[in-house]
């Protein structure tokens, strides 16, 4: 492949992760479940010492986990937008890899919640015509933690309107297509006449 052929197919591509921005998102929501608990279990062990340590090993057990999971998880993100589908890789131990065709997506969602807000962050949701569920909560393709979210979604329905622009066959052949059927049909019917 030439110099040239291979850098227009680089430009095709769109290959990005999840902004560095999540994980703090992920460190907030940490928080919000964990300090709770923590704070449970502090009073319990004020009442029976045993009650408080039966209660906070599993806690701490979670929480130290969940610390150790999130960067895995993060960096295990990865998302591409080509000029024919739309692909998320994903996991941490069980690796998945999402692709939809773009002739298949009916809908490009963006949604925030006001935690993502906060931190600029959001997801895009592509979905095809056999997913289910409400703002894309089973969309096909959930690309999480971007920060370009009205970017990405104009970059996917761009793309989408350039793929059916190419399959649509032009007016002027269909009518070309017509008139030559009508003529035929007109031929036909003068020599049924004679």
Do not use: C
């Given at each position: 492949?030439?110099?040239?052929?291979?850098?227009?197919?680089?430009?095709?591509?769109?290959?990005?992760?999840?902004?560095?921005?999540?994980?703090?998102?992920w460190?907030?929501?940490w928080?919000?479940?964990?300090?709770?608990?923590?704070?449970?279990?502090?009073?319990?062990?004020?009442?029976?010492?045993?009650?408080?340590?039966?209660?906070?090993?599993?806690?701490?057990?979670?929480?130290?986990?969940?610390?150790?999971?999130?960067?895995?998880?993060h960096?295990?993100?990865?998302?591409?937008?080509?000029?024919?589908?739309?692909?998320?890789?994903?996991?941490?131990?069980?690796?998945?890899?999402?692709?939809?065709?773009?002739?298949?997506?009916?809908?490009?969602?963006?949604?925030?919640?006001?935690?993502?807000?906060?931190?600029?962050?959001?997801?895009?949701?592509?979905?095809?015509?056999?997913?289910?569920?409400?703002?894309g909560?089973?969309?096909?393709?959930?690309?999480?933690?971007?920060?370009?979210?009205?970017?990405?979604?104009?970059?996917?329905?761009?793309?989408?309107?350039?793929?059916?622009?190419?399959?649509?066959?032009s007016?002027?052949?269909?009518?070309?297509?017509?008139?030559?059927?009508?003529?035929?049909?007109?031929?036909?019917?003068?020599?049924?006449?004679?």
């Amino acid at each position: 492949m030439s110099e040239k052929a291979s850098q227009s197919k680089s430009q095709e591509n769109t290959l990005f992760g999840p902004d560095f921005v999540q994980k703090k998102y992920w460190f907030l929501i940490w928080l919000i479940v964990f300090l709770p608990l923590a704070g449970t279990g502090a009073v319990i062990t004020v009442f029976t010492i045993l009650g408080g340590v039966v209660f906070l090993i599993p806690s701490m057990a979670v929480m130290l986990f969940s610390l150790y999971w999130y960067p895995l998880y993060h960096q295990s993100l990865h998302y591409a937008i080509t000029d024919e589908h739309v692909v998320v890789e994903k996991g941490v131990w069980w690796q998945r890899k999402t692709t939809v065709p773009l002739e298949m997506i009916t809908n490009v969602d963006k949604t925030q919640n006001p935690l993502e807000r906060i931190y600029g962050i959001g997801k895009i949701h592509a979905q095809t015509a056999g997913a289910g569920g409400s703002q894309g909560a089973r969309a096909e393709a959930i690309i999480r933690g971007v920060k370009d979210l009205s970017g990405i979604q104009d970059n996917i329905e761009r793309r989408i309107r350039g793929k059916m622009a190419k399959k649509e066959p032009s007016r002027s052949k269909e009518e070309d297509i017509f008139e030559r059927i009508l003529a035929e049909i007109k031929a036909i019917r003068q020599e049924l006449k004679k």
